[in-house]
């Protein structure tokens, strides 16, 4: 399949492809990630189901959301990953009665304990060339990172698993049996992302696969049938979003909300509103706070129009059931539509989501931000923000304190695939010492967040809100 042909007949990515060239020697990065955005965007038109190759995000390399006419589509924006037993931060509950369905039972994954032969040393200078796929926190500092590096002893590259207690020295850890991004083109098993509920338990996973360690990453356990597109843990419970193979009509998997105890390899499906069909996207966030956990399921498919909402989905009770609402971001006038593209969680609690608009000729590209501060129950656009252009990635502090990465800038003066702040003297603030391809954005707390840099090399650490960063290479 020609990628290049499939994304040049697209007229808003023409348009994309066209202001990256001519913005190219003010953001000397923006090629690495323009192509592989541009990659990626020919998986989203098709609106394929298969294991995706590259992500943020979600991957964070990419990633995951929908930037206006299939460019945040193809990005994942999975760009909050908080650690799940961090102290509860405050969050409004309310009541929903959403009934499971009856026929639903759990779904037990028999362990299936895999060590890797890969050695183990105390520091990764035995590693060259590292590239963070996806971060994951069980506390402030206590975390891990899913990369690949140049293999050791061959050729190639090979998957990493590196493991920091204090934020700012690595040191690697046996890997999930799994590629990754870069790594033998992903093949299944491919892994996209990373998740630790605390210092034993962690999850590795991609859209079909899912591993679990519960010794700290010295062995993984795959759980078979399973395979997860968006996993998030607090407080002893684990959501997912992900396919269920079993046999009958679901025997190549079928979408479904799935709860667990950490620890647990039993899985119970739940439905949601509408049915769990909606649940088909790659495009798929969770963000959790206290209280209520939220999952956004964003889709864009140029074929199908410029209107394409998402759907939000909304928990007060650990997942056991579901209220559906709409599309959080703001109608913003006759023959446009404005669209969530990515969600994340601050450390006070609020809820961030990250919008799109688009012209009827899906060539408008602009983008904001909305916040939540009840539990997802509202969501309000500040009127100080301004606009934007789509968001690749979304993090936030707390309901004041939000970072954006976007590919394009609202403003001609600005730079373009920028990350910007939104507290400071202008609507949105150009973080300038950050640089390169931003692939990754999130925070611990209110005052403790990374972002992931330069094609993954770099991870840059805030310890006051995003006031100053300290840039690490791994």
Not at 24 to 32: C, K, L, Q, V
Not at 192 to 210: I, S, T, W
Not at 221 to 249: C, D, F, K
Not at 280 to 304: F, G, H, P, Q, W
Request: glycine share 10%; net charge negative.
């Amino acid at each position: 399949m020609n990628h290049s042909d499939d994304f040049d007949a697209d007229p808003v990515a023409r348009e994309l492809r066209a202001s990256f060239e001519r913005h190219a020697a003010e953001a000397p990065a923006g090629h690495f990630l323009a192509d592989r955005i541009i990659a990626a965007a020919d998986q989203s038109d098709a609106h394929r189901r298969a294991p995706r190759r590259w992500r943020t995000w979600m991957l964070p390399l990419v990633t995951a959301g929908a930037v206006a006419a299939a460019v945040v589509t193809a990005v994942g924006i999975a760009s909050y990953h908080p650690h799940a037993d961090k102290p509860p931060v405050p969050g409004t509950s309310g009541s929903v009665h959403v009934t499971p369905s009856p026929t639903a039972a759990p779904t037990h994954a028999p362990s299936h304990p895999i060590s890797t032969p890969s050695s183990r040393p105390t520091s990764s200078g035995d590693l060259a060339d590292v590239r963070v796929l996806d971060l994951t926190f069980a506390g402030q500092d206590d975390g891990w990172a899913l990369a690949s590096a140049r293999c050791v002893g061959g050729p190639g590259r090979c998957t990493a698993t590196l493991r920091t207690t204090d934020g700012r020295s690595w040191h690697r850890v046996t890997n999930p049996p799994a590629n990754v991004d870069g790594v033998n083109g992903c093949a299944d098993p491919c892994v996209e992302h990373l998740r630790f509920a605390n210092d034993q338990v962690g999850y590795a996973f991609g859209p079909n696969v899912l591993f679990m360690t519960t010794d700290g990453a010295q062995t993984w356990h795959q759980q078979p049938g399973l395979g997860v597109m968006a996993l998030e843990t607090y407080s002893g419970n684990v959501i997912a979003v992900g396919t269920r193979r079993s046999p009958g009509p679901c025997a190549n998997g079928c979408p479904t909300v799935l709860r667990s105890a950490i620890g647990s390899s039993t899985w119970t499906p739940v439905d949601v509103p509408g049915g769990n069909a909606g649940l088909a996207s790659n495009e798929v966030t969770i963000a959790r706070n206290s209280a209520v956990t939220l999952i956004l399921v964003s889709r864009y498919d140029s074929a199908k129009g410029f209107d394409q909402a998402a759907t939000l989905y909304r928990s007060t009770d650990e997942g056991a059931t579901w209220h559906r609402r709409a599309d959080p971001c703001p109608s913003v006038g006759d023959g446009y539509t404005n669209d969530a593209i990515g969600l994340t969680v601050g450390g006070d609690g609020a809820f961030v989501a990250s919008c799109v608009t688009r012209q009827r000729s899906q060539t408008f590209l602009a983008g904001g931000v909305v916040i939540s501060t009840d539990g997802g129950k509202s969501f309000t656009e500040p009127s100080s923000d301004g606009k934007l252009g789509p968001a690749i990635a979304v993090g936030a502090a707390d309901a004041n304190h939000r970072f954006v990465y976007a590919a394009v800038s609202g403003r001609p003066d600005e730079q373009r695939m920028a990350l910007y702040a939104s507290s400071g003297p202008a609507p949105w603030n150009d973080v300038s010492q950050i640089s390169g391809a931003v692939t990754f954005v999130g925070f611990e707390s209110t005052t403790v967040g990374r972002v992931v840099a330069d094609g993954g090399r770099t991870i840059w650490t805030t310890r006051d809100a995003g006031a100053h960063w300290q840039p690490v290479t791994p």
